[in-house]
């Protein structure tokens, strides 16, 4: 059992609270480290490493003379360098003029602009880092699906024919050949959905015949976080038997029938564990990504589906990992961007921006599906706190880097008065998008 996925039965809405905290004090930790480490390597002295803002809970002193500690709101963190004035890296002007210039140097402030810029930096990089490395992690042990379809194990089904078996290697579903799961795919498609389908497979070198269920059963494989599916208590593993009393055989006879009722209630027949519920859910209007990078209004119930078998997979080395963890990493940045820039011309909802009550329901849910999919989650969220980190906006990372460029080009920084204004004008509008992003996770349905 995982032990994860077994404890939100002790309490929702703390256990929600919880794993909430922890997915973001791992995502927190690891953007201050990456400002600490290279600060550190930097030549450039931090007085204070903290997780969180107000009250200090917990502490100790290292021995380079920094205090590493945790606070009582667990909402960020900050690393507070030599000669800053806060936890936001003001300039403390008074206690560095003091300073002499070896000091000086061992300030932010004080510090060659390469270093304050590879300091500021790092953090979001660490935050890609920390995803690219668990993607990768992810990939290396779980593997990479092979194209040709080889039934690693049948998912269990209430099929009332079940004569494929683990080792088996697809060659035709009703007549037609396939070569890849893709090719199985296609297939799928062109035939009617039935209780069973003959299969020709390739087993211990002989070409059998043997019956089985759709390609592509109505079967739960994911559960998307705050859907409708997760909403009405349906999980990974349930097999979607019925809809309004109709008999259906394959996942897209669900989806036809939920694009068709537009939004009306759906009552469900769902096999779980050799028992059958009734279920009823509505449907959601959402903004789901095109392959042409924009977006399209559906109506879903957030259920992914999949094959009625396991594939086989093979063993991806490390080079080969990372790359697709870099891919991943990747995808999740564009698809973010592409998001953003179609709420602000209006392509999309602004509801699709989630503050953190949004974050911690999705953290719950993903908890609740176990510890890999809570881990993966962890992995995204970082991906996109590195990427707003980004953001040109004072106060934030990207902000700070603006005024390095501004340094660069004219040859010295902005004044005091000037970057305090715009710390100010930053704060306003974090603090101003942060109560949209709450009003979204109170009202958008």
Request: hydrophobic share 45%; glycine share 10%.
């Amino acid at each position: 059992m995982d032990i994860l996925g077994a404890l939100p039965s002790v309490g929702g809405l703390a256990f929600t609270i919880v794993v909430f905290i922890i997915a973001l004090s791992v995502i927190v930790f690891v953007h201050e480290f990456g400002h600490y480490i290279v600060g550190r390597w930097s030549g450039i002295d931090a007085e204070v490493f903290s997780i969180g803002f107000g009250p200090v809970l917990l502490s100790r002193m290292d021995r380079r003379g920094t205090r590493w500690q945790v606070a009582a709101l667990p909402f960020g963190g900050y690393v507070k360098f030599l000669g800053d004035s806060d936890a936001a890296s003001g300039r403390d002007g008074a206690a560095i003029e003091s300073m002499d210039d070896s000091r000086k140097r061992r300030t932010m402030h004080g510090a060659p602009l390469w270093a304050r810029s590879a300091t500021v930096a790092a953090g979001p990089l660490f935050n890609f880092a920390m995803s690219i490395l668990v993607f990768a992690a992810f990939f290396a042990i779980r593997g990479v699906a092979i194209e040709e379809p080889v039934i690693a194990d049948l998912k269990p089904l209430p099929a009332p024919v079940q004569e494929l078996e683990t080792g088996d290697v697809i060659r035709a579903v009703e007549g037609q050949e396939v070569a890849s799961v893709i090719d199985l795919r296609e297939a799928a498609q062109a035939i009617d959905p039935a209780p069973t389908v003959t299969y020709e497979v390739e087993r211990d070198g002989n070409l059998v015949e043997a019956r089985g269920p759709h390609p592509f059963p109505p079967i739960a494989d994911g559960v998307q976080p705050r859907s409708a599916a997760q909403s009405a208590g349906l999980r990974p593993g349930d097999v979607i038997m019925s809809v309004d009393g109709t008999e259906i055989h394959a996942f897209d006879e669900l989806r036809a029938h939920v694009e068709a009722r537009e939004g009306a209630a759906l009552d469900l027949g769902v096999w779980r564990d050799g028992e059958m519920l009734d279920v009823t859910l509505n449907p959601r209007s959402t903004d789901v990504p095109t392959a042409d990078g924009g977006f399209e209004q559906r109506w879903l119930i957030g259920l992914s589906g999949g094959s009625f078998f396991e594939s086989q997979t093979r063993r991806a080395g490390p080079l080969e990992a990372l790359a697709l963890g870099t891919a991943q990493t990747g995808t999740i940045i564009q698809m973010s961007l592409s998001g953003l820039y179609n709420m602000i011309v209006g392509t999309i909802s602004t509801c699709n921006l989630q503050g953190p009550i949004g974050i911690a329901e999705v953290s719950g849910a993903t908890a609740e599906q176990g510890l890999a999919s809570f881990i993966w989650f962890i992995a995204v969220l970082s991906t996109a706190i590195g990427l707003v980190n980004l953001f040109p906006i004072p106060v934030l990372d990207g902000g700070h880097l603006v005024f390095h460029a501004y340094e660069a080009v004219a040859g010295r920084p902005p004044s005091d008065r000037v970057v305090n204004a715009l710390m100010m004008t930053g704060l306003v509008l974090l603090v101003s998008l942060m109560v949209f992003a709450v009003t979204n996770d109170l009202f958008c349905p």
